[in-house]
């Protein structure tokens, strides 16, 4: 069997390989290389780089990391003019040759090996749907003395007036009514398509591609996967979407809320297990699913709070999470209700019984968030977390005093650290997370909570300025 890194360099005639890896906030980071040193030594040495350059990682004194190739990875990159063949990494210690505790990647890997080690499954399986606005102009200014944002795009339901160098024709999503609309309305069919195709010939598997809610909003669909593989694909997802957008002119944002009144973009990620091929969640309980994936939904809405420090991490994802809206707050779940956090989608197929967590965002770290809901889900199984009874109705409609009964997710990025603070036995069974990973994680976070909340707001000289 060959090397999938090494056979695509020759075939290519790759001149450089993109060394990549994640940070703990997600985001994608490279390294070229010049593709005639990639060899089977390279992918056994690995390539050293300062890890303390890295917000999160190493002190300057201990800077010295290694990322060490996962050749299966391979894919070429679509972007660059240069024929370039990109490959993950793990993040190891170049001493021991030992996973870094805080590399993103490794976390992911090591959950699914704890899954197997639990007897519980074999095989976890993700799909994550992924919501981006796109804009033609974006600016924004941070100073001792200004503040400011300012986001425009011309198919934006504020634009109907706007005076247009080639006319305006009228036709926009209007706010939060984006759903599902056909051209002249949806305008971004033919970018979405470039998008969807790319990451077609890139080796994804998608399906799909539509307008979202919002008035520039969009969805591009990816087919599910394994937990760490699904993980690099919504890295290379982004990295599509971004590159695609900024080539047709545009600029394209994963932020939850990147503008008030319309809707938030959230991440929701279907999850299933499977075992010896069968598939764990399938039963004759609830919604048909098994006692074991009840279970599994009880573990996720009792750690939820903590759950939010990872799979909703910025001071902007708890503007999308707002009780009153149409937002999944609620730590409930429910068969094809789409207001609780959990949802169980409908399906005639046992083979593709799941549950759908809703409350992520696409701010979120994939490889921690992905193997934070595993972990949740798990614990619950091991304990036997009873969910309580499926909130069937509209949660939206419900009366105040009945709504007050449903429990909540975090209202603020400051509650969720704290939750996590309080609430993270769960992520270090099987040695899947380290205190010490969890805690450089929270200090990391930390800093963006006294960012935001030191700095004064637009808001509040309207409100307070001449109090």
């Known amino acids: 069997m060959g090397n999938k890194l090494l056979d695509l360099i020759r075939d290519e005639a790759a001149a450089y390989v993109d060394i990549r890896f994640t940070d703990p906030r997600g985001k994608l980071q490279h390294i070229s290389i010049s593709a005639d040193l990639v060899d089977e030594d390279f992918l056994e040495e690995g390539l050293m780089f300062d890890g303390s350059s890295i917000a999160g990682w190493k002190a300057i004194d201990q800077s010295d990391m290694k990322l060490v190739p996962d050749p299966d990875s391979a894919y070429v990159d679509p972007f660059f003019a240069e024929r370039t063949v990109c490959v993950h990494c793990n993040v190891v210690e170049p001493d021991t040759g030992e996973a ?4 993103p990647r490794s976390t ?7 899954l197997r080690a639990t007897g519980i499954g074999d095989t976890a399986y993700l799909g994550p749907e992924a919501e ?3 804009f033609d102009d974006v600016r924004y200014q941070v100073a001792m003395n200004r503040v400011s944002f300012e986001v425009n795009a011309t198919d934006a339901a504020w634009n109907t007036d706007a005076p247009l160098a080639a006319g305006n024709k009228g036709h926009r999503p209007a706010v939060k009514g984006g759903y599902l609309p056909v051209p002249p309305i949806d305008e971004g069919q033919d970018l979405r398509s470039e998008m969807l195709s790319t990451m077609k010939r890139m080796g994804l598997k998608v399906d799909k591609h539509h307008h979202e809610c919002g008035s520039t909003q969009h969805e591009l669909g990816l087919v599910f996967g394994t937990l760490t593989r699904q993980a690099d694909d919504l890295q290379k997802y982004k990295y599509v979407i971004h590159n695609v957008a900024q080539a047709w002119g545009k600029s394209a944002t994963f932020m939850p809320k990147p503008i008030a009144g319309d809707a938030g973009s959230g991440m929701h990620v279907n999850m ?3 075992k010896d091929g069968r ?6 309980k609830y919604a048909d699913l098994s006692q074991e994936a009840l279970w599994f939904i009880g573990g996720i809405l009792r750690h939820a709070k903590a759950l939010n420090a990872i799979a909703n991490p910025g001071t902007n994802s708890y503007k999308r999470l707002i009780p009153g809206f149409e937002a999944p707050v609620l730590r409930a779940y ?3 209700n789409r207001s609780g956090a959990i949802r169980i989608p409908w399906t005639e197929s046992p083979k593709a019984k799941r549950i759908e967590a809703r409350f992520p965002d696409p701010s979120a770290n994939p490889y921690l968030t992905f193997a934070a809901l595993l972990m949740a889900g798990i614990d619950g199984i091991r304990n036997r977390i009873d969910p309580g009874p499926a909130s069937d109705k509209d949660l939206y409609d419900l009366p105040p005093e009945e709504l007050a009964g449903i429990p909540t997710v975090c209202g603020s990025l400051r509650e969720a650290l704290v939750e996590l603070e309080r609430d993270h036995d769960f992520l270090l069974a099987g040695g899947v997370f380290t205190r010490d990973q969890i805690e450089s994680y929270i200090a990391l976070k930390w800093e963006e909570v006294y960012a935001f909340e030191h700095t004064p707001h637009p808001v509040e000289y309207k409100m307070y300025y001449s109090c």
């Open 132 to 134: 981006f606005y796109l």
């Open 334 to 336: 429910s068969a094809r």
């Open 108 to 114: 992911a890997l090591k959950a699914e090996t704890y």
């Open 272 to 274: 299933s297990i499977w």
């Open 279 to 284: 598939p764990v969640f399938a039963g004759d």
């Open 100 to 103: 870094y505790e805080r590399d």
